[in-house]
């Protein structure tokens, strides 16, 4: 499988647990797309472990132990690992410096090597995690980052935004975790508390000429990392870092080199650049491209950016864009069939029903032909059909009441289906008169 079918592939199953949540039977889609956003700080980031501060803050017993010995069996998995407490972080009786502890598992360490050891009390036994290599810094770095329960999140963020630069990579990429599992508003309110001053450590300028650098480094470790950096330089940036991520964007696209990132990027750039940077994109990279693109081509990655960028400006930055103009750029991808499925999603979140006649001439043939993009379908005409306002009584708003005659129209089972795999199944919703024939509600 080529990394392109891979993107589109991830696309695809992020886009089929959507449609199960606009589907969703329980709640129609007016509370659904009311409700609020669960604000992450970077929706581009991968799923990221408790960090350090979380597990110690969570743990009942936190010690310092060297390696002694790993026995008793051919395979790490099977082995009996040996450790000697010296320091005691989060101190649990009876666990003493001097004393020991066993864990079931072995260790590649040498005699003397340092490790933090978290564990937690389980019905009356304390359960280990796997211990965590430690050198001076990294042990300093655990010792002096602010408790998750501080209640000042921006100023805590503070401490590990001097870290992400670390070349420790335990101390980088916990710091990395803790933005990941931040919130948006936490992010943005450290972002505000950055001095003027560019001769002070922390001042804006100085992060943004950091936040450049590490967009500027090839280094493969700071992939996972460059969409979170693009948005971070979009939250503090000025014209010229504006400038700068466009050329990145604007950029004559190497084949050979990865675009990971990108998506951040461009949401950074937007968050700069506004509706005037919104057009921009929109003209060069969804616009000047041909319909027919080969599944190797590297403008595909572009087309997947915007459309996860579309998503983030609308559940994050809405009150900067346009409704109408972010619902009429979303459209254009019905156009593309590697992210159609994708996309009417999101406009069945963004209740855009301009589009309801189409779908319904176009269910069964291309690109809606097979199963699970005719559930697609299903989940924005049910969606549809539930954004009824209260008033209405029994009168349906006319895209309602041809969602519903489209909805009867299918075979139940498929309907139905869609329903229970969304959590459970809605009340029955009145039918629409029988005399029309579904075809009639694209009239």
């Not at 980088?172 to 450290?190: C, I, Y």
């Not at 940036?237 to 050329?247: H, I, K, P, R, T």
């Not at 491209?289 to 403008?299: F, G, H, I, K, T």
């Not at 087309?303 to 998503?311: E, G, H, P």
Request: charged fraction near 25%.
């Amino acid at each position: 499988m080529t990394r392109m079918s891979c993107l589109l592939r991830i696309s695809f199953i992020a886009g089929f647990v959507a449609a199960l949540t606009v589907a969703a039977g329980a709640v129609g889609v007016a509370d659904a797309t009311a409700a609020t956003v669960a604000i992450q700080a970077c929706p581009y980031c991968p799923p990221t472990d408790a960090t350090l501060s979380e597990k110690v803050s969570e743990a009942d017993a936190v010690c310092l132990v060297k390696f002694l010995s790993s026995e008793n069996g051919e395979e790490l998995s099977m082995q009996t690992t040996s450790l000697e407490i010296v320091g005691l972080i989060k101190p649990t009786p009876p666990y003493k410096i001097g004393g020991t502890i066993e864990i079931p598992i072995g260790v590649t360490a040498k005699v003397g090597d340092r490790f933090l050891l978290i564990g937690q009390r389980k019905e009356g036994l304390m359960e280990w995690a796997l211990p965590v290599e430690m050198d001076d810094e990294s042990l300093a770095y655990v010792q002096q980052a602010p408790s998750p329960e501080v209640p000042a999140k921006a100023t805590r963020l503070l401490y590990f935004l001097n870290c992400l630069g670390n070349s420790n990579p335990i101390i980088s990429n916990d710091a990395f975790g803790e933005f990941a599992r931040a919130e948006l508003e936490d992010v943005q309110r450290m972002i505000e508390q950055l001095p003027a001053d560019p001769n002070k450590k922390n001042s804006r300028a100085n992060v943004r000429a950091k936040v450049r650098r590490w967009l500027e480094d090839p280094s493969p470790r700071l992939d996972v990392r460059r969409a979170f950096y693009g948005m971070l330089l979009g939250f503090c940036g000025n014209d010229d870092d504006a400038q700068f991520l466009e050329q990145k964007l604007l950029a004559p696209i190497d084949p050979r080199k990865n675009r990971l990132g990108i998506e951040g990027i461009m949401a950074g750039y937007l968050l700069l650049n506004g509706e005037p940077g919104l057009k921009q994109i929109v003209a060069m990279k969804i616009d000047a491209l041909p319909v027919d693109l080969a599944d190797d081509d590297p403008r595909l990655v572009d087309l997947n950016a915007v459309r996860m960028t579309l998503s983030f400006l609308w559940d994050y930055r809405r009150s900067q864009f346009s409704e109408n103009g972010l619902r009429a750029a979303m459209r254009r991808f019905l156009d593309r069939p590697e992210f159609a499925d994708m996309a009417v999603i999101d406009l069945a979140r963004w209740k855009d029903w301009s589009v309801l006649d189409r779908l319904i001439n176009e269910f069964g043939h291309a690109p809606w032909e097979t199963r699970s993009a005719q559930e697609k379908i299903v989940a924005y005409a049910l969606s549809c059909r539930k954004d009824v306002p209260a008033s209405a009584g029994d009168q349906l708003p006319e895209q309602a009441r041809k969602a519903q005659i489209f909805l009867d129209s299918l075979d139940p089972n498929l309907v139905q289906s869609v329903k229970r795999a969304s959590g459970g199944l809605s009340p029955a919703a009145k039918p629409a008169a029988k005399t029309e024939r579904a075809g009639s509600a694209n009239h």
